[in-house]
Nanobody, 124 residues
């Protein structure tokens, strides 16, 4: 059974940086497409970034492009989200997700496995 556990959330000020991590257990990690989504209060869960399986291609939401970086460590079965120049509108619960099947990388339905989420709060 595949399990995802996020860590690294917290309260920061606008302009600060933060790194989220997601530890993955079970399954063939190297083959998974990994992603981060987020959900702000009263809003739907939205795509943030993805790192595609073996190819390593990365895609970002326009709202975080140039500020966030997704990376993975296949030796440690972890994926990270490096968040720079944080803004109050980045405040949300951030979720790690994984899939070993095809689909649109930016849609929730593509992902088979989800973490429990970690809160990121950015004060102005």
């Amino acid at each position: 059974q595949v399990q995802l556990v996020e860590s690294g959330g917290g309260l920061v000020q606008a302009g600060d940086s933060l790194r989220l991590s997601c530890a993955v257990s079970g399954g063939a990690f190297i083959t998974y497409t990994m992603a981060w989504f987020r959900q702000a209060p009263g809003k739907e869960r939205e795509f943030v970034a993805t790192l595609i399986g073996r190819s390593g291609r990365m895609y970002y939401a326009d709202s975080v492009k140039g500020r966030f970086i997704i990376s993975r460590d296949n030796a440690r079965n972890t994926v990270s989200l490096h968040m720079n120049s944080l803004k109050p509108e980045d405040t949300a619960i951030y979720y790690c997700a994984a899939t070993n099947s095809g689909g649109y990388y930016y849609t929730i339905e593509t992902y088979n496995y989800w973490g429990q989420g970690t809160q990121v709060t950015v004060s102005s």
